[in-house]
C-alpha cells in the first residue's frame, strides 16, 4: 500500500529564520565599483561618470575603429587546451621584466593627459603600480613630473616613455632627468611620426586643457564631480611640454619629429645607459633592425589602434616577432586587453609580459587609484582562475601548447 504524505505545513516565520536572509550590508567604499564584475563593467561606470569627450579620447581609436574592435576579436577567438587532474592549489603570476621581478606580468603602460581622466591622474596609477609590484611607464605627455613621481614612489619599477621631438636637446634632458631620478628603462615610441586620424575627439572638440563652451558647460551639469574636481585642483597641464594649447593633433605636429629613422635609435642608444626598449613594433622586420641598432627589448602595438587604419594584430605577429628574435630578447604585447584570460592568451603566444593603457584607464575615470586598483585585482583574479582551469601553475608552463 502506498505511503501518504501529508501537505507541506505553513507556519509564521520567527525572526532567527529571517535574520539569516537579509543581505544588506553598511556600504564601504564605492559599492558600484566594488559590484564590477569586470573590465567590461568598469568601461561602464566610466561611461557614466566623466564627460563624453573624456571618455571618447580614451575609449577610441582612429578612423572606424576596426583596429581595436578587430584587435579584441583576436583575444576572443582564442581557444585554449586545457589539462586536468593536476594540483593547481598554488598559482605563481610572478615573472621577470627586463631582469627586474614582478608580481605577474603586467606593465601599467604610458598613457597621455591621464589627470583629464581623474585629477589623481598618474599619482594613483603609480601607487598602485608600487603597491602590486609592477612596473609603470609615465608617458613624455603626462601631467606629473618626472621628478614628482619619483619622489612620491621611490621603491615602484619607473619607465619613461619618449618621443623623439624636434628639439633632440630637450629629448636628451627628459631622458638625463629620467635617469638622475632612477627610471630604469626607456621606451622609445616610434608609431607616431604624425597624429592618428580619431574622429571621435574632431567630433567632440577636444582640447588640452578642455575648453569652456555652452557644450561643455551644460555637461557639467550631469558630471558635476569630475569637473569640481578639474577647477579646484592644480591646472591641467603637462609636466614636461610648455606649448599645449589647442587639440591633440595640433600638439604632435608642433612638437613630434615626423623625420625620426634608426640614426634617431643610434643616438638614443647612446645616450641612454639603462634599459632601451621600442615600442609600436608592427613587423618582424623591424623587431630585428630595432634589436640591431641596440634596442634591449620590443613592444609589439598599434598604440591601442589610435595611429593607422586598419593596422596589423600585434596578438596575430607576435609569433612572427618572437620567432625573428629569439627567447633572449623581451617581447611585450599590447593592444585589447581587457581580461586576465586575454593576458594568459598573449603569453601563451610568445609574449613575456603584456602592458596596458585603457583597462586601467576606465579604472581611472570609474574611481581614481580605488578604480585602478580594482582593475589590476580583477587582471589578477582572472589569470589566476584561468591558469588554473588550464592545468599550469606557473609562467614558465603558458606555452603554444596552452592553445589550440
Not at 175 to 182: E, K, N, Q, T, V
Not at 235 to 263: K, M, N, Q, W, Y
Amino acid at each position: 500500500m502506498a505511503q501518504r504524505f501529508e501537505a507541506t505545513r505553513r507556519r509564521i516565520p520567527k525572526w532567527q529564520d529571517i535574520r539569516p536572509l537579509i543581505g544588506f550590508r553598511r556600504p564601504t567604499g564605492d559599492s558600484a565599483l566594488t559590484r564590477c564584475a569586470s573590465v567590461a563593467d568598469i568601461r561602464a561606470l566610466a561611461r557614466r561618470r566623466v564627460p563624453r569627450a573624456v571618455f571618447d579620447y580614451t575609449d577610441g581609436a582612429a578612423g572606424d575603429e576596426s583596429g581595436l574592435s578587430r584587435a579584441r576579436r583576436a583575444f576572443a577567438d582564442v581557444r585554449f587546451d586545457p589539462r586536468v587532474l593536476r594540483d593547481v592549489s598554488v598559482v605563481d603570476t610572478s615573472t621577470e621584466i627586463f631582469g627586474v621581478r614582478a608580481s605577474m606580468p603586467l606593465i601599467l603602460g604610458p598613457t597621455g593627459f591621464t589627470r583629464m581622466m581623474h585629477y589623481q591622474g598618474e599619482a594613483a596609477v603609480a601607487a598602485v603600480a608600487a603597491r602590486e609590484e609592477i612596473p609603470y611607464g609615465l608617458s613624455t605627455l603626462g601631467t606629473t613630473s618626472i621628478e614628482d613621481l619619483a619622489a612620491a614612489q621611490p621603491t615602484l619599477d619607473r619607465w619613461f616613455q619618449l618621443y623623439v621631438m624636434t628639439d633632440r636637446g630637450y629629448s636628451k634632458e627628459l631622458i638625463d632627468r629620467a635617469w638622475s631620478a632612477g627610471y630604469r628603462t626607456v621606451i622609445l615610441t616610434v608609431d607616431t611620426p604624425v597624429a592618428g586620424r580619431r574622429h571621435r575627439d574632431v567630433r567632440n572638440g577636444l582640447t588640452i586643457p578642455p575648453q569652456l563652451t555652452l557644450r561643455t558647460m551644460a555637461d557639467m551639469a550631469v558630471h558635476p564631480r569630475w569637473w569640481g574636481n578639474l577647477l579646484t585642483t592644480e591646472p591641467l597641464r603637462f609636466a614636461t611640454l610648455s606649448s599645449t594649447e589647442g587639440t591633440v593633433a595640433d600638439l604632435i605636429s608642433r612638437v613630434f619629429d615626423p623625420a625620426i629613422t634608426l640614426d634617431d635609435l643610434d643616438w638614443l642608444r647612446s645616450a641612454w645607459p639603462g634599459t632601451l626598449t621600442v615600442k609600436g613594433i608592427q613587423s618582424a622586420e623591424d623587431a630585428r633592425l630595432v634589436v640591431d641598432h641596440g634596442a634591449d627589448g620590443v613592444i609589439v602595438s598599434t598604440h591601442g589602434g589610435r595611429q593607422l587604419e586598419r593596422p596589423p594584430l600585434p596578438f596575430e605577429i607576435l609569433p612572427e616577432v618572437r620567432h625573428a628574435l629569439g627567447d633572449s630578447t623581451p617581447v611585450v604585447i599590447d593592444g585589447g586587453i581587457m581580461s586576465g584570460a586575454d593576458i594568459v592568451a598573449a603569453l601563451c603566444r610568445g609574449a613575456d609580459a603584456v602592458a596596458i593603457g585603457r583597462a586601467y584607464l576606465y579604472g581611472l575615470m570609474a574611481g581614481g587609484e580605488a578604480g585602478v586598483q580594482r582593475v589590476v585585482d580583477l587582471l589578477r583574479e582572472e589569470m589566476q582562475t584561468t591558469m588554473q582551469l588550464l592545468g599550469r601553475t606557473s609562467i614558465q608552463q603558458l606555452r603554444p601548447d596552452c592553445l589550440r
